[in-house]
């Protein structure tokens, strides 16, 4: 019996991913997926800032009722475009073929980014923190975690200009040793943080809206298991009791 309940208990222990090598180090964004003011905030970021290029064509307005939102102020507030109804996808009008042309790449749908993306929500937040001037590139911008990028960087309104300081390495690659804040936006750079973290906490949110709902579930699952495997254990040990 001390045997089982060890194996089971080892089964039981949480699966942690373990996170691969390779590539700059993201940053944690701390994600809580039960602050519902993050996501309001991060939803109204987006129609604002990145609905304009980036579809969500997988979420429908009217799930933001998940994170306290009502119908109505989706309605006054979070429309991309007046002709959607609360109950659309988020999409936009954007051509895809003439997008490629501008940026050399459609901007991808964001619905599963969150999922997709090693790193999840830390790299979406390390991703909107990375962009820095480059006059190389189509945009005057770059991105540490996503080299040559082909997005804008929307936000610099926002965050200001960062600058590289590059290193050479003893093989004589170059890489972005930091970044500086070499002319500041209209934020500070904790506000800055912050708004990268609400949009992140949303899109990680859009992923798996379940996310929360699933765990729950999940434990009761497996506890049910549990009482269950004790109870059949008794019972073929009562019945078993005779036969030797
Ligand atoms: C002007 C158009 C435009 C706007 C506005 C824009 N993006 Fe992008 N975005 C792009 C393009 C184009 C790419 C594809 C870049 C590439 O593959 O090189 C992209 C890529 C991304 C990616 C990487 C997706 C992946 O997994 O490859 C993320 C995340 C992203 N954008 C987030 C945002 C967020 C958040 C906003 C709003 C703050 C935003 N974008 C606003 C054009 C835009």
């Not at 997709?116 to 790299?123: I, M, T």
Request: glycine share 8%; net charge negative; with cysteine.
């Amino acid at each position: 019996m001390k045997k089982l309940i060890a194996i089971l208990s080892l089964a039981l222990l949480p699966l942690t991913g373990f996170a691969s090598g390779g590539g700059p180090e993201l940053e944690s964004a701390d994600i809580d997926l039960t602050d519902q003011e993050a996501m309001q905030r991060g939803a109204k970021y987006f129609v604002n800032y990145c609905q304009g290029c980036h579809t969500l064509k997988y979420f429908r307005y009217e799930r933001m009722q998940d994170f306290g939102l009502t119908k109505e102020q989706i309605k006054e507030n979070l429309l991309f475009d007046k002709t959607q109804k609360v109950g659309s996808l988020m999409t936009n009008n954007m051509a895809p073929e003439a997008a490629a042309e501008w940026f050399g790449t459609a901007p991808p749908d964001l619905t599963l980014t969150a999922r997709l993306r090693h790193g999840g929500g830390d790299w979406i937040y390390t991703y909107l923190k990375s962009f820095y001037k480059d006059d190389s590139r189509p945009f005057g911008v770059n991105n540490v975690i996503f080299p040559n990028v082909g997005m804008p960087h929307v936000l610099m309104e926002l965050q200001g200009v960062q600058e590289a300081v590059i290193e050479t390495d003893e093989h004589g690659n170059k890489h972005v040793k930091e970044l500086k804040l070499a002319k500041p936006g209209r934020l500070s750079p904790e506000e800055y943080d912050q708004v990268a973290k609400d949009l992140a906490t949303f899109l990680t949110h859009v992923a798996e809206p379940m996310k929360l709902e699933r765990q729950r579930i999940g434990f009761w699952v497996m506890l049910f298991l549990f009482v269950f495997f004790i109870v059949s254990f008794l019972l073929k040990k009562e019945y078993w009791k005779d036969v030797h």
